[in-house]
C-alpha cells in the first residue's frame, strides 16, 4: 500500500516559480512510475509530467520547456519544477503511482494524493 501526499502549492503572479513535492509512505517497492495530473476550474483532469521506470521524464503539452519533473532527495520523494507559470495553469495538482505490473504483492490499481492547488495571476 502506497499513501502519497502533496506539498508546496500556493498562490503565484505569472512569470513565478513554485516547486511541487510528492512525499510517498509505504511500500517503496510498489512504485514504479509516478505522475503529475492537474485539474483547472471546469475542466478535465490532465497529465502534466511523469517519472516513468528507468528514470524517463516526460512533460506533455504547454508544460514542456517551463516544467521538469524529477526524484527529490530521497527515493520516497518527487518533484515537479514549475518556472515560467502562467494563469492557464491554475489547477489543483495531484501525484499518483502506479505499481509494478503483475505484482502481485502489491495493490494492482494507481494511488492517488489528495492534491494541492496552484493558483496563478496575471
Known amino acids: 500500500q502506497v499513501m502519497l501526499r502533496e506539498s508546496g502549492g500556493g498562490s503565484v503572479q505569472s512569470g513565478d516559480s513554485l516547486k511541487l513535492s510528492c512525499i510517498a509512505a509505504?511500500?517503496?517497492?510498489?512504485?514504479?512510475?509516478w505522475a503529475w495530473y492537474r485539474q483547472p476550474p471546469t475542466k478535465d483532469r490532465e497529465l502534466v509530467a511523469q517519472l516513468r521506470t528507468g528514470g524517463e521524464a516526460f512533460v506533455s503539452g504547454s508544460a514542456k520547456g517551463r516544467f521538469k519533473i524529477s526524484k527529490g532527495d530521497r527515493k520516497h520523494i518527487v518533484v515537479l519544477q514549475m518556472d515560467d507559470l502562467t494563469p492557464d495553469d491554475t489547477a489543483v495538482y495531484t501525484c499518483?503511482?502506479?505499481?509494478?505490473?503483475?505484482?502481485?504483492?502489491?495493490?494492482?490499481?494507481?494511488?492517488w494524493g489528495q492534491g494541492t492547488q496552484v493558483s496563478v495571476s496575471s
Open positions: 499518483t503511482t502506479n505499481p509494478p505490473p503483475g505484482d502481485m504483492t502489491c495493490l494492482q490499481r494507481p494511488s
Open positions: 509505504g511500500n517503496m517497492d510498489c512504485i514504479a512510475d
